[in-house]
Nanobody
Framework: VQLQASGGGLVQPGGSLRLSCTAS????????MGWYRQAPGKQRELVAT???????NYADSVKGRFTISRNNAENMFDLRMNDLKPEDTAIYYC?????????????????WGQGTEVTVSS
């Protein structure tokens, strides 16, 4: 099982980006999912999470601007980011708790994507 994050780039303040995280492998289900970010010189922090069938949870700094959503059919989940600010500049990582077919059993484990860079600058 692998997670692949994509969609980062350079955007001007006030602009928008959509990050996507795609899971591949013998997946039964994506349970919890989330986006985290790490700015230069700072610790990784939570941006948004969503439990399967549950409500979304957002960092205060992104509430009202970011939306986490999932596409079960495609084993994907997105982070839509609007009204981006320079302080949103960071490497964004996706994380998911995934249940997959591991040989003759079902296995539930945590996976991280490789990170995608977002730069907000004029």
């Amino acid at each position: 099982v692998q997670l692949q994050a994509s969609g980062g780039g350079l955007v001007q303040p006030g602009g928008s980006l959509r990050l996507s995280c795609t899971a591949s492998g013998s997946i039964l289900s994506i349970d919890d999912m989330g986006w985290y970010r790490q700015a230069p010189g700072k610790q990784r922090e939570l941006v948004a999470t969503r439990a399967r069938g549950g409500f979304a949870n957002y960092a205060d700094s992104v509430k009202g601007r970011f939306t986490i959503s999932r596409n079960n059919a495609e084993n994907m989940f997105d982070l839509r980011m609007n009204d981006l600010k320079p302080e949103d500049t960071a490497i964004y990582y996706c994380k998911a708790i995934i249940t997959y077919y591991g040989g003759h059993t079902l296995v539930t484990d945590e996976f991280w994507g490789q990170g995608t860079e977002v730069t907000v600058s004029s």
